[in-house]
């Protein structure tokens, strides 16, 4: 029962390098969520989906995308990195009015 | 928008002794939930207990257990029986019943347990 699983767990990039990263659940959840974490700071929601095909801003949203084109799958893209966006990144995954599943996070270093 | 407050940055207990952990929230809605999470060093974010805000009952888990006061917007955790386990960063955090089921986070507590 793997639950949210977030691919990848670390990564290193140069400001302006792109990268995705990937978010699976395996419980058929239809709400995925991306936040992101900084220091002295709860989560922050950057991005969600309230079903496949569909995507949606949240609290911190620029300098984002992401896409739902798969239900169990729910990717969060940086286009173009800055040092701000260095941070802690974690997926979750609910059904309505249920509590939310968290992945293990990402923690992601912009050079 | 909805604001959750956590006004206590760091707190330290002896192992066995009973903590209690603040938040305050503001909000117009009337109906909600409240969850508290706890984030270990391991860095999951685990769920420790819910409140349904239409709920008078105060919900409990075990050594866990919450102090929900709607009127006044507090929803305090109580740890009883205090384990070096529970050494963590607690957060509060506030969902809608209505709409997109977004969760909004307090800045969290961060909780040592000493032996």
């Known amino acids: 029962n793997a639950g949210v699983t977030q691919t990848p767990k670390f990564r290193v990039l140069k400001t302006g390098q792109s990268m995705t990263l990937l978010c699976a659940q395996d419980m058929n959840h239809e709400y995925m969520y991306w936040y992101r974490q900084d220091p002295g700071m709860g989560l922050r929601l950057i991005h969600y989906s309230v079903g496949e095909g569909t995507t949606a801003k949240g609290e911190v949203p620029d300098g984002y995308n992401v896409s739902r084109l798969k239900k169990q799958n729910f990717l969060l893209g940086l286009e173009s990195a800055a040092p701000s966006q260095t941070s802690v990144y974690f997926c979750?995954?609910?059904?309505?009015?249920?509590?939310?599943?968290f992945g293990d996070g990402t923690r992601l270093s912009i050079l | 928008a909805q604001t959750v407050t956590q006004s206590q940055p760091e707190m330290s207990v002896q192992e066995a002794e009973t903590v209690t952990l603040s938040c305050t929230y503001d909000?117009?809605?009337?109906?909600?939930?409240l969850f508290w999470y706890k984030q270990p060093p391991s860095r999951q974010m685990i769920l420790v207990i819910r409140q349904e805000a239409y709920k008078q009952q105060n919900a409990t888990e075990n050594r866990f257990s919450v102090n929900f006061q709607k009127a006044a917007k507090s929803f305090s955790l109580k740890i009883s029986d205090s384990q070096l386990g529970d050494t963590a960063m607690y957060f509060c955090a506030f969902m809608k019943v209505q709409g997109a089921q977004k969760l909004v986070f307090g800045q969290g507590t961060r909780l040592t347990i000493n032996p």
């Open positions: 909000t117009s809605e009337n109906n909600y939930y």
């Open positions: 979750a995954s609910s059904y309505h009015n249920q509590p939310q599943h």
